[in-house]
């Protein structure tokens, strides 16, 4: 983000559809950000993030909007080009007052196109756009999948990844699917290498044993696959089965051979009528740059010693880059495991979900209730931040598209509230306390704003929630320090692995065998500009990077 540039992208806009993200708490950790500040999106793309002191004089000039005097605008109300909020009048949190309109306006929803519109974030957070690694998002497909609504906008996340839920065969239907008229989300995905693969609830391609027939490999096809849908692959999710040797996974080698630098993810727990891998032979197969999912289940052989060390094969992949995941799911969370994996310095590289219909109901909800399940365990909340957005963009390589609020590139932003008092939090075996939860208020999502909708956690619906109190964690203090009864877990803490240098590959990574992705003219290439606090972290890893699924 660069200020001097600031206000010729605004006035760029003129005449145009603008979106102003208006006095809200922008938490950036790829820029180095942390400060209230505005933010403004053109046509889609954010055009300016400009600091509060700035901001006043020219919001009414980009919005021709009216707000009265004695009037009340509330956090998350939206207030349209050219409406007049008069003296006295209340907007309600989430509504929205559209183009020449008197009054209270209308509650909730998109925010059609062809206006100018405030969306007041006084109170909030503004993050760039939240990415779920990890959800299954294809119904109809995936009989356990939800719509990816349910994973992405609707609880605040403009862009979620499905995590394998298709082979090669049936990734085409996924796509058509994703990419129509009811889906609002941005969805990528991992693609599991085999021609067919579906991930049921009844894990059918386990029990009829094609997840481990080495006859369902054609890498040529699996390939073309790749490189016919290289705008939304992102990487491979492998089942790591074996059949003859026990010691090594034709799948996951057979993905190893082509993947270049598509990240691979496979996750630690075993899948019934398919021997697999053991955990930590699967870890020890993983590339710098992986990732494995469902890193802090526990019971997984990485803890040793009565949890007080950890495995020395475990401990070598992830000092040479391999990605660690929270894939939350149903039960492949544990607090325990995290506590322990946390006091001996292993964080999570990235936060995700692993929704699907046997967890949305609890203990998962929603990724901004699992970022808060992380955040009450001790971790910075700019940190937790980090691990949805930056870390995330890039483990799937895309952190010249995601991730940031970059200026030039699409308007992905995320819009959260944090709800203060005695918030309890469950992994699905313990139940926790913190005195603070982040909650979705909306996003925008390729500049389009969605108010979140529906339940994103246990009891709480977004419409029931009041303004939230960042007193304790304000922006510019230099003490985000944990409450005392989690401050122990987050003693050990490092930074996100995203923003620390890049480990030294052993040896350099092979030719990727996809080409890379064609960014926009607009889209800045790499990251690493300078931000109005600070510097970005470092570009993408430069290694080769790829519950129930």
Known sequence: MSEGSAWDGVAAGAGRPVTVLAGGRVIDPANGVDRIADVFCVDGRISAVVPADEADAHRAGASGAVLASGAVLASGAVLASGAVLASGAVLASGAVLASGAVGSGAAGGRVEGGATVIVDCRGLIVTPGLIDLHTHVYPGLGDFC????????????????????????????????????????????????????????????HRLEI?????????????????AHQDMIVGFKVRATVTDDPRTSPFLEGAKSIAGNLPIMVHLGRYPYTPSLANLDAIAALRPGDIVTHAFRGHSGILVDDDTAVDGRFAAAVEA???LDVGHSGSDFRFAAARALFDLGYLPTTISTDLNLFNTAGPVWSLPETMSKIWALGVDLVDVIAMATANTAAAIGRSAQLGSLDVGRDAEVSVLRVETGECSFTDGFETISHPRRLTPVGCLRGGVWYKATGQFGPGYRVDSLDSGDLSDDGPGTGSRTPPTETAAAGAAHRPPRSVRPAPAAASPPAAPVFPAVATSPNTPGTTGTTGTTGTTGSPDVPVPTAGRG
């Open 146 to 205: 939800v719509h990816p609504d349910r994973a992405g906008v609707d609880v605040g996340v403009p862009v979620v990844v499905d995590g394998g839920t298709s082979g090669v065969r049936t990734f085409g239907l996924a796509r058509a699917f994703v990419e129509g008229p009811t889906v609002r989300t941005r969805v990528l995905a991992f693609l599991d290498p085999c021609l067919l693969y579906l991930a049921t609830k009844d894990f059918l391609a």
């Open 211 to 227: 997840a481990a027939d080495p006859r369902n490999l054609d890498l040529d096809a699996t390939a073309a696959t790749v490189e």
């Open 321 to 323: 880059g391999l990605r």
